[in-house]
């Protein structure tokens, strides 16, 4: 368990998804949608195969001035194993259970909670929520970046801004669509432009009046010569296909009767050889030879087992002396063996020249299957060096009518293409429309907004980059365009793309503006927390101090960050402590529940070392308390 | 690793491809037929070591003779040869196991092998003719003059007997001749090898060659002294293993011409009752395999032999030849599981 | 019942029964353990001649001393000793007059007309070598000189000793005119084996 894979897995608990980070965000549902089989592939490897059924994960969260407690399997998106609802904060010993889904089917249990933990946060769906999660308060390895990700922004705006969460789930699903009819009106417009060239290629023939010229007739006989070759090769393939099928089932019946007939024989051959003996199959005989001890007198070893065999192989009862006459060989017994062999030898035979024949058409295929090979090459690059000749030869081959009427199916299907290509751009034009309508709507809740948003931002981005900066809604709407933006302006001198900053700029000023976001969108009583994934990774050593600042200023502003990091030398933690204190900040080392490489094991006093120093800054002194 | 040169050699010289590429079919069969006559019929029958000339045995490949008949007997079957053709002999192979004798005749083998397929024997080597091309019969144990005289024993008593008799007893083993100081089987050498080293590959070669069964021979090459056994039989089937102590007796001799050991029947019985002991301990360990020890003891003693002597005559070389060694205890009477220790004397070469 | 209900191995009973006889011709008696050699050597032979091992009807382990052992054959060789068709003292065997008979019987089924080929070539072998210089020149090929070093008993000609074994006789095949004959090239591969180290010289 890895910090990564840590919050990997609280997230999972939430949503029942761990995000794939190949995948371009499309819209909420889509998100939603699939993502099982990477969750499951995200654990599969983390946990030991004996430990799979087992594996779960479970959470206590604060809503509402309620808990829910969930557990789900880590390999169960879509159920959980437990949700409850406790009446009282996290904690509280006596808190006192008011929804129970014990009696639940797992999958169901998943659907209830879905319900309730949307109508308990605002929201309009489920998807939403999960989006929100994923896009909004996680900032983990995917680094995926809400400033400069304008289909995840616009969501995150509908959302924090756009007061009716419906709203947000509408211009979700407009967006969706726009796209979508966007796209197939471009491929239809391909389609269209393929057909046309075809189109203008028969007139240009048609005009210039080359299709009868005699030195293509020349082409016409190779081309007839060399399709000829290669249908002929391929009817001699089917052929050669067909007698190997048949050869095979031959074969297999073959087999089997061979097999049958040596079971047969071999049961006869041992009954045969097994007649022939009288004395020697008495069982008082046979026992005493494989005990090797006598029977009667119970004498052991070789010399006594040895006269026994002496004296029951030859004529005489070794009991009462009786001449023990030898029974002949059993000529029915023979006489049967005999039969069996010939059939035998018959069936190998047959055996024998099917498998001959098999071998030779297996060796006649092969060669056919090359010189098919060879035949279709070259027929191909026959066609492909007199493309124009033979599509000229084809028209006249056709006559002016068929030609005509190849035309004529031409156009129509162009005409086809090119209404539907308007249909798609119209239903396009409408979505933009709606979209467009939402988008003014928002803007006007954005401006209503913003008096309070805008200076939580800058505040928490000042904090970190000590640059005054600021930002401003921008919405797009051109004849085939239409969005919404957030625009950075740093020192007076605006940053449309990630790459106009620093990699820790651009980090923790999405940072900043996920944290804004969680203001906003929160309530007094619901305070958001941010889950942040080893934010020193992307920080440049300048901004460690900020960034502490940063972070300590949300959590004082009444939220939460639940956040992995390094223990090392950076500054984040240090100055967490220092501004939140023991009662606002709690460190838990992971190596105390965590399996450490052998790198991580070899100086493990490194880390008591390195991380004493925040902790002393986190112990509750005597009469003071931070 | 294949070594492709050694076998196209063996196969261009080896009897079989010659004869079959010569004489086809028919060729394969009168061979075969000629093989089991070799091996089952005459050279059972005579020993091939007493022949210095040329043994010559054929058959006819078409209906046609080969050689005049003139100065032949037919003889209804090979037992008839058994007395004393030291000089040599020809003899065609009838039917019916009759053959057909022209003795002491030296006959063109090449003009016979147009029509027949030839054997030859002479100068402890066989090969084959057929229409003239030669094809050889490999010997794989040179100690016998001929490959169809090669015996095999049921028993490892019966083929220490034939060892103590035919190889021991002359030093007649390509490997035991290196054990030899010198040329008159006076003195043991030490080097390149020890003579119980030498000694233990020489018997270890020809048990594994000469004994029948599912047998399986291993020298052992021991560390120290406190394990015995220089040869391992061991009878895979059945568990049964002889264990082999080999001791000299004589004297030995380094490169610088001083005597390194001087043994004698003490050291024979010391080994008796190593063996002895060992196989009271193998007892003990594996008491379900049946276990035998067999005590060989090569005799060289010479009587009066002095470091400087190069050659010894008849009286003192054979000195101990009938000598035989008292052991007390005699462990092949107290014990079940101990042959009868075997005394090998080497005989001397005489006044060379 | 007492007697165990497992099949006797049609074709490794006529093997055995084979190779006995043939043992007996040449040697004057049969061990044993010579029986499991000389069936390895047989299917050897047919692998040569590119019949599958998994043709050859029952298979073969490798001994921790690098000797093959085929189950099947041993218990063919029981089965025989049971029914009179061979009588054993100690570890050397004689095959009765039934057990003629009955080898005359077999060798005329088809199914037993192609391996006598090999059988044969095989039990010809002796023709020219002792059969303890056949055994040593044996232990030499690739998939048992593998079990003696590896010292596990394991399946025979299924491992990586098989490839060196097909290199071998693809060797082999280039070497020889192309004849019917099995004969020479049994003859000639084994004289090849017994120029190879041998396994002690490996251990040293």
Redesign the interface.
């Known amino acids: 368990m890895g910090k990564s894979t840590f919050l990997a897995a609280v997230n999972f608990c939430l949503t029942g998804i761990v995000p794939n980070p190949s995948e371009t965000f499309l819209g909420m549902e889509d998100f939603l949608k699939d993502r099982s089989n990477f969750s499951k592939d995200y654990f599969t490897g983390r946990i030991s195969e004996k430990d799979r059924k087992a594996a779960e994960v479970s959470l206590e969260i604060t809503l509402s001035r309620q808990t829910y407690v969930i557990t789900r399997g880590i390999f169960e998106s879509k159920s959980l194993r437990e949700f409850s609802i406790y009446d009282t904060n996290t904690g509280n010993k006596n808190r006192k259970k008011v929804f129970d889904t014990s009696k639940m089917s797992p999958a169901k249990r998943h659907t209830v909670y879905a319900k309730k933990i949307v109508d308990a946060i605002g929201l309009d769906s489920f998807e939403q929520f999960a989006f929100l999660q994923h896009f909004v308060f996680t900032f983990d390895e995917r680094r995926e970046l809400v400033f400069w990700t304008p289909k995840v922004l616009e969501r995150a705006l509908y959302l924090a801004f756009g007061v009716d969460p419906k709203l947000a789930t509408q211009a979700d699903k407009i967006r969706r669509d726009w796209d979508r009819e966007g796209s197939h009106a471009r491929n239809t417009t391909q389609e269209a432009k393929n057909v046309a060239d075809r189109i203008r290629f028969i007139e240009g023939e048609l005009s210039s009046n080359s299709i009868n010229d005699p030195s293509d007739y020349e082409v016409v006989a190779q081309s007839e010569k060399l399709t000829n070759e290669r249908d002929k090769i391929q009817s001699l393939l089917f052929r050669l296909k067909t007698d190997l099928d048949d050869a095979e089932l031959k074969l297999a019946n073959l087999s089997a009767t061979q097999l049958s007939l040596r079971s047969e024989?071999?049961?006869e051959?041992?009954k045969h050889?097994?007649s022939?003996?009288m004395l020697?199959?008495n069982?008082i005989i046979?026992?005493s030879?494989?005990r090797d001890q006598c029977n009667l007198c119970g004498t052991g070893g070789?010399t006594a087992i040895?006269m026994i065999?002496?004296n029951t192989?030859a004529n005489t009862c070794p009991l009462c002396n009786s001449v023990v006459k030898?029974r002949p060989?059993d000529g029915e017994s023979?006489r049967l063996?005999?039969e069996i062999?010939?059939k035998?030898?018959k069936a190998?035979e047959d055996f024998d020249e099917v498998y001959a024949s098999k071998q030779r058409i297996t060796s006649d295929l092969e060669q056919s299957d090359r010189a098919l090979q060879k035949a279709e090459r070259a027929v191909s690059v026959f066609e492909r060096t007199n493309a124009k000749v033979l599509e000229r030869l084809r028209l006249a081959g056709q006559g002016p009518n068929e030609v005509n009427r190849t035309l004529e199916r031409l156009r129509e299907r162009w005409k086809e293409l090119d209404e539907k290509k308007k249909r798609h751009y119209e239903l396009r034009d409408k979505k933009k429309a709606q979209l467009v309508r939402l988008q003014r709507k928002l803007s006007a809740q954005y401006t209503e907004a913003e008096k309070d948003f805008v200076p939580l931002f800058r505040e928490l981005a000042v904090s970190f980059i000590g640059i005054e900066l600021d930002v401003a809604l921008e919405t797009k709407e051109t004849k085939t365009e239409a969005g919404i933006n957030l625009v950075l302006t740093l020192k007076e001198s605006t940053r449309r793309n990630e790459y106009q900053l620093s990699e820790s700029q651009k980090y923790f000023i999405d940072i900043a503006l996920r944290m804004a976001l969680a203001q906003h969108m929160s309530e007094n009583e619901n305070r958001a927390t941010l889950f942040i994934d080893t934010p020193e990774g992307s920080l440049d050593i300048a901004y460690e101090k900020g960034a502490g600042d940063m972070f300590a200023r949300f959590v004082k502003s009444g939220h939460h960050i639940l956040m992995t990091a390094n223990i090392n030398s950076s500054q984040i933690l240090r100055t967490l402590a220092d501004n939140c204190g023991p009662s606002m900040m709690h460190i838990e080392p992971m190596i105390n529940w965590t399996t450490l490489s052998s790198v991580q094991k070899r100086d493990p006093q490194l880390f008591t070392k390195t991380l004493k120093p925040i902790q002393d800054k986190l112990r509750v002194r005597k009469g003071r308390a931070y | 690793m294949l070594d492709t040169k050694v076998m196209a050699e063996i196969a261009e010289t080896h009897f079989s491809p010659v004869v079959i590429k010569e004489f086809g079919q028919v060729g394969s069969q009168v061979l075969r037929e000629m093989l089991e006559f070799l091996r089952n019929e005459l050279f059972r029958y005579i020993d091939v070591e007493l022949y210095r000339k040329q043994i010559v045995v054929f058959k006819n490949i078409g209906k046609a003779n080969p050689l005049s008949l003139k100065g032949s007997t037919v003889l209804p079957s090979v037992t008839h040869l058994a007395q004393g053709f030291k000089k040599g002999f020809v003899v065609q192979m009838l039917e019916q196991g009759k053959i057909r004798l022209w003795n002491n005749t030296s006959v063109d083998v090449n003009a016979i092998s147009q029509k027949a397929l030839v054997y030859v024997y002479h100068n402890r080597s066989d090969r084959f003719v057929a229409k003239g091309k030669v094809g050889r019969i490999p010997n794989p144990d040179s100690n016998h003059a001929s490959v169809f005289a090669i015996p095999t024993f049921d028993s490892l008593v019966e083929a220490l007997m034939f060892y103590k008799l035919k190889r021991a007893n002359n030093s007649a083993c390509k490997i035991l001749v290196g054990v030899w100081f010198e040329e008159a089987r006076l003195f043991f050498a030490t080097v390149p090898r020890k003579p119980e080293e030498v000694m233990r590959d020489s018997l270890s070669e020809f048990l594994k060659s000469h004994l029948r069964g599912d047998v399986d021979v291993h020298p052992e090459h021991n560390v120290n002294e406190t394990e015995p056994v220089d040869v391992r039989v061991q009878w895979l089937f059945s568990k049964s293993q002889g264990l082999i102590e080999i001791k000299w007796m004589g004297k030995s001799k380094s490169p610088q011409g001083k005597i390194t050991a001087n043994h004698g029947p003490s050291r024979a019985r010391q080994g008796a009752k190593r063996l002895a002991e060992y196989l009271e301990e193998e007892k003990m360990q594996t008491p379900t395999n049946a276990v035998r020890g067999y005590l060989v003891v090569i005799d060289a003693r010479r009587w009066g032999l002095k470091r400087t002597d190069t050659k010894i005559d008849s009286r003192n070389g054979l000195y101990y030849q009938n000598s035989e060694i008292e052991y007390s205890p005699e462990y092949h009477k107290i014990r079940d599981d101990f042959e009868e220790p075997i005394r090998m004397f080497v005989v001397p070469k005489l006044n060379v | 019942m007492y007697e165990k209900a497992e099949l006797i191995n049609s074709t490794a009973y006529f093997d055995t029964l084979y190779i006995s006889i043939r043992l007996q011709t040449l040697l004057g008696s049969v061990f044993t353990g010579e029986l499991h050699l000389l069936a390895y050597l047989s299917c050897l032979l047919g692998l040569y001649e590119s019949h599958p091992v998994s043709e050859w009807g029952y298979g073969f382990t490798g001994t921790t001393e690098g000797a093959p052992y085929s189950p099947a054959i041993t218990a063919a060789s029981d089965q025989m000793e049971r029914s009179g068709t061979v009588f054993r003292r100690h570890q050397i065997a004689y095959v009765s007059d039934r057990g003629f008979a009955e080898c005359e019987l077999l060798s005329s089924m088809y199914s037993n007309t192609t391996r006598q080929r090999y059988l044969e070539g095989a039990c010809s072998s002796l023709l020219t070598l002792p059969i303890g210089i056949v055994r040593e020149a044996l232990s030499r090929e690739p998939e048992l000189r593998s079990m003696s070093i590896h010292r596990t008993a394991r399946q025979l000609l299924q491992g990586p000793g098989l490839e060196s074994l097909y290199r071998q006789f693809e060797l082999l095949r280039s070497v020889l005119d192309h004849s019917s004959d099995i004969l020479a090239p049994a003859m000639v591969w084994l004289t090849y084996l017994s120029c190879e180290p041998a396994r002690n010289e490996v251990h040293r």
């Open positions: 024989y071999e049961t051959f041992n050889i097994r022939n003996s020697s199959l069982p046979t026992n030879i494989d070789t040895e065999k002496l192989s030898a060989p023979i063996l005999k062999d010939k035998l030898n190998k």
